[in-house]
């Protein structure tokens, strides 16, 4: 079999663990694997790279994705549709492995209901997709904010200050739920709960009175205010209709300095937390999706994506990746509640 792979959407770590899996798997049973550059818009301008064992080697520990990603969306493209149809016939490929989050996998769900044979796996940091319990890149960017949150910690107390830091994420609160559980945030600030500035500022004020003078606010760049829109970078979508988010970190830092007379610094992680090495759990979490992945393309399962269910990888209908918004399991978030202040 001749099989394509490409990598859509923001890039996250882990995802030259799926690359590297499936290239090995293949290879081992004689077939081949193409790479297609950049994600979709290497299927419209038909870009291909070789993938054989030499350009898997030593990929494992490296982030990023040396396939290359873009947000080209082909449904956006005057004659995208037919243009990826057609390259698709002419590379010869059996099959296509699409990885990536809610946008690629929405585009590889609508290609394989008008009959390319995809097989999808999900990926991304923010960990937002229903049909899977986890995503690979969750876990890094988990990691990177706590360690984030545990350096800030030191540099908080010993100027007596309040640190806020704007995590990503999207319209969930994943990373800052699970970073803020992890680091010890004094309170945490999520997309699924709108923002309440006075309770924020009344708890890290209690915290001062019982002898803590400083703090750590998390909050998620998709947080609002109780009344106020959701802060953006800038007002343009891109070709998903997403708009980028970004700033509620300094908004918020000003008001609680205001309020509360606390010097108040504001950290943005912004793209630290999708850069560098997988953690240990995304590279076994990708390698086992990229296995199953190429289980699912020879059993010609199409229209299917790879899924993590408990601890065992489950197979779905495409369609599922992308149905529904996973927002933050609010008991997480009572747990998370029992320290702020
Ligand atoms: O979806 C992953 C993500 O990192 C979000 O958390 C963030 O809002 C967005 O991508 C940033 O996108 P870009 O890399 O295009 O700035």
Redesign the pocket.
Known sequence: MRIGILTG??DCPGLNAVIRAVVRKAISQKDEVIGIRNGWRGLLEKKTMPLDLESVSGILPKGGTIIGTS?TNPYKTEGGVDLVKKNYAQLKLDALVAIG?EDTLGVATKLSQEGLKIVGAPK???NDLSATDFTFGFDTAVNIVTECIDRLHTTAESHNRVMVVEV???HAGWIAAYSGIAGGADYILVPEIPIDVEEVCSSIKKRHQRGKDFSIVVVA?GAAFKKGDLALQDKEL?EFGHV??GGIGNKLGELIEKKTGFETRVTVLG?I??GGTPTAFDRVLGTRFGVRVYELIKEAKFGKMVSLRGNKIVDVELKEATGELKTLDMKLYDLAKIFFG
């Open positions: 959407g923001g947000r989050g991304t940091i923010d990503m994420g999207r760049e891109d980028r988010l793209h937390q999708r």
